[in-house]
């Protein structure tokens, strides 16, 4: 079966540190890819997808960069932090149609 | 792009009471799933369901695609069905970008 990975769970970091967050999908082959932020009590703002190995495309322009170097590797990046970074980030994979989500990493940036 | 309005946006329920949660959608779409938020931030899949109605104990989901909407009902509640229910829809053009209802947070009293 399927399996996806994010880490870390929780990060705190302050404002102008940079950051990498990484997120790993097991059991299957050549899958969507995306991140998504949620604010604190908001829905799910999608950021960033890949179609494929060095595919990305952004959804909104921000503070944050995505990179796909492996199929099944995606990682969520930022050279220097805000404050308005924080939330919880959430990785998810598609194929077919059914997306299916990790467990998140809650950052907050101080 | 596609609009998506969740109603209402919070719902307090007595234990053993039931409830329906509507999706609107504002143009057409191919996919459309239902997720439940947890206290911890997981989310969890419920239905995937473009079309036509789906039942998972005591949950069920209709989706009308030619009148885009989609409800999502739930039967005798409990208070582990407390938390945040989401409606993400999205298209077939290959990259399944998902776009999140901002929600109905959902409160079930023992």
């Known amino acids: 079966s399927q399996t996806i990975h994010q880490w870390p769970a929780t990060l705190v970091q302050p404002v102008g540190s940079p950051l990498s967050l990484e997120c790993t999908v097991e059991?299957?082959?050549?899958?969507?890819l995306y991140w998504y932020r949620q604010a604190a009590g908001r829905g799910l703002q999608l950021l960033f997808y890949s179609v494929g190995i060095g595919q990305i495309s952004s959804e909104v322009p921000q503070n944050l960069s995505a990179s796909r170097p492996q199929d099944r590797q995606f990682i969520l990046s930022s050279k220097k932090l805000l404050l308005s970074d924080s939330g919880f980030y959430l990785c998810?994979?598609?194929?077919?149609?059914?997306?299916?989500f990790g467990p998140g990493t809650r950052l907050t940036v101080t | 792009g596609i609009q998506v309005e969740q109603s209402p946006p919070d719902l307090i329920l007595q234990e053993g009471a039931n409830s329906t949660l509507r999706c609107n959608f504002s143009?057409?779409?191919?996919?459309l799933q239902w997720f439940h938020q947890n206290p911890w931030g997981q989310l969890i899949n419920l239905f995937y369901?473009?079309?036509g109605t789906k039942q998972n104990g005591r949950l069920s989901a209709t989706t009308v695609a030619t009148e885009r909407y989609s409800l999502l009902y739930i039967s005798s509640s409990q208070t582990t069905d407390s938390g945040v229910y989401f409606c993400a829809v999205g298209s077939t053009s290959g990259t399944y970008k998902y776009i999140f209802g901002t929600g109905t947070r959902l409160k079930v009293l023992a």
């Open positions: 059991g299957t082959s050549n899958p969507n």
């Open positions: 998810a994979w598609n194929i077919g149609g059914e997306q299916y």
């Open positions: 369901i473009p079309s």
């Open positions: 143009d057409s779409v191919n996919n």
